[in-house]
């Protein structure tokens, strides 16, 4: 069975400093990674994914990822904060080696970030 | 291009009514998911149609149900609602069975009273 953990239900960050958002996922096989945001009353929107090779992934917004497989982690980062980045981010992964479509994927309860002005 | 579509925003209902909720993928989407976003559970997979067929359901009672339509429009059904019904029905959309990203709408807001 596939797991994704976000060890923490919020993270505050003032303006203009670094950002991290922590996942960490368990898959018998290799995995695929994702990371969604969801803004207030929105759906969720993409934000980047790993499915193989570099494994700094760059995405939407100025975010971007690292895929570290010894930690089995997928930390989301951004070097420098905004207000308008406080949102709930979910990140999700499935299994490589399973077929099927996306509902294979296992999403995190969510991180909500909060953005001090 | 217009992205996923969901209808109603809201809706309001009494316990053991029925809901039905509607959902427009992305115009050359052929597969659609439905996920429950309840109040600090997350996102639970629910349904996941392509081609007009069921592929899969999540771990839920069989009083939820839906279809797709040869448009690969699709609509979600719960009968005999319940309290803990009560969650945002979020669509997604993606190309067939690739495992890219999913294309989200903005969700249906189901009260059950």
């Known amino acids: 069975a596939q797991s994704v953990a976000q060890p923490e239900d919020q993270v505050n960050v003032a303006e203009g400093n670094p950002l991290t958002v922590k996942c960490t996922y368990s898959?018998?096989?290799?995995?695929?990674l994702f990371w969604y945001v969801q803004y207030p009353n929105r759906g969720l929107q993409f934000l980047l994914k790993?499915?193989?090779?570099?494994?700094l992934v760059k995405g939407s917004y100025g975010f971007e990822a690292e895929f570290n497989k010894s930690q089995t982690s997928f930390h989301l980062k951004k070097p420098s904060a905004l207000v308008s980045d406080s949102a709930l981010y979910f990140c999700a992964v499935r299994d490589m080696s399973s077929g099927g479509g996306a509902d294979g994927l296992t999403f995190g309860k969510g991180t909500h970030l909060i953005i001090q002005p | 291009e217009a992205g996923v579509t969901q209808s109603p925003t809201h809706l309001i209902k009494t316990r053991g009514q029925q809901a039905t909720l509607r959902c427009s993928p992305i115009?050359?989407?052929?597969?659609v998911y439905w996920y429950q976003q309840a109040l600090g559970l997350g996102l639970q997979f629910l349904l996941w149609?392509?081609?007009?067929?069921?592929?899969n359901r999540g771990n839920f009672p069989p009083r939820f149900s839906g279809r797709q339509f040869p448009n690969y429009s699709s609509e979600l059904n719960v009968n005999a609602l319940e309290l803990e019904d009560s969650a945002l029905y979020l669509c997604?959309?993606?190309?067939?069975?690739?495992?890219?990203?999913?294309?989200f709408g903005e969700g249906s807001r189901l009260t059950v009273l």
């Open positions: 997604a959309s993606s190309l067939g069975f690739m495992p890219g990203e999913l294309f």
């Open positions: 149609y392509d081609e007009g067929e069921e592929r």
């Open positions: 790993y499915i193989t090779g570099d494994n």
């Open positions: 115009s050359g989407h052929t597969s």
């Open positions: 898959v018998s096989g290799n995995p695929y």
